[in-house]
């Protein structure tokens, strides 16, 4: 045979050898496994970055779940909305308050609801925890707060429901006007929110970090607002607020006042 007819043979039996068409499969495998473990890992880093935040916001509440609704199961027969509304008001205003952001002291505005009230509330210890701990919350070194936190905890003994209590709690906010100022409104959303009156998953979205894992921030009263106002069809930028705007933005799906 010649030389190049020789040469040729060889070439020609390792064109004949079976090619591995499926070479790619192990490093596909190990991409996709590799891929799932990272969704997995972002998935529960994530779960856990919202789950933080939930927790942290549930321990700032002054009474658990349960402690709330024995204070209102309890006293809501001797305290309907309205008339809660009526005794709140009417103590601030008997201690000299004009506006929700007056600070008077807690014992002198419980004597003053006592007096109004047909009969004591039960579970007082409750409400005594209640404003001692957000009194502290808000960095006070006396027994004072302001009244319109002062109502907000008296509401939790409050009977009706959601929409009857939300009413009243804007008459008992307003004390002077006939509606709330945006600057009144946001000071309400804030303090639901630090009775634990707002559920936390309504406070925690998502943050602008989302690679690589989603992170979570909370919202505040402000935010909660506008979201709500823009899903009620309220004017966020209005600096009057009805009654019934109120009414609408606390029940709003974006608040969910209790």
Not at 73 to 97: I, K, Q, S
Request: charged letters at 30%.
């Amino acid at each position: 045979a010649k030389p190049s007819e020789a040469a040729a043979k060889p070439s020609e039996a390792a064109s004949d050898k079976p090619k591995d068409e499926y070479w790619w499969v192990p490093y596909a495998v190990c991409a996709a496994l590799g891929g799932l473990g990272f969704w997995f890992y972002r998935a529960s880093a994530a779960h856990s970055n919202r789950t933080e935040q939930l927790d942290a916001i549930e321990a700032e509440h002054p009474l658990a779940a349960d402690e709330i609704e024995a204070l209102r199961d309890r006293n809501a027969a001797g305290l309907p909305a309205d008339r809660f509304a009526e005794v709140a008001a009417d103590a601030a205003r008997a201690l000299g308050a004009a506006s929700a952001d007056d600070v008077v002291a807690y014992d002198a505005f419980a004597r003053a609801c006592d007096r109004l009230l047909d009969r004591p509330l039960e579970n007082g210890h409750l409400l005594d925890r209640a404003a001692m701990l957000l009194n502290r919350s808000a960095g006070r070194d006396d027994a004072t707060l302001d009244v319109g936190t002062l109502a907000v905890v008296l509401s939790l003994c409050a009977g009706g429901d959601a929409v009857e209590r939300a009413a009243a709690l804007a008459r008992s906010a307003a004390l002077v006007e006939d509606a709330l100022d945006r600057r009144g409104l946001d000071g309400l959303v804030r303090r639901l929110v630090e009775a634990g009156q707002v559920p936390a998953r309504k406070q925690v979205t998502e943050g602008e970090a989302s690679f690589p894992v989603q992170t979570y921030v909370r919202r505040t009263p402000s935010e909660l607002v506008d979201e709500a106002a823009a899903e009620v069809g309220v004017d966020a930028a209005s600096d009057s607020f009805l009654e019934q705007d109120v009414v609408a933005i606390l029940t709003s799906k974006a608040v969910d006042y209790r």
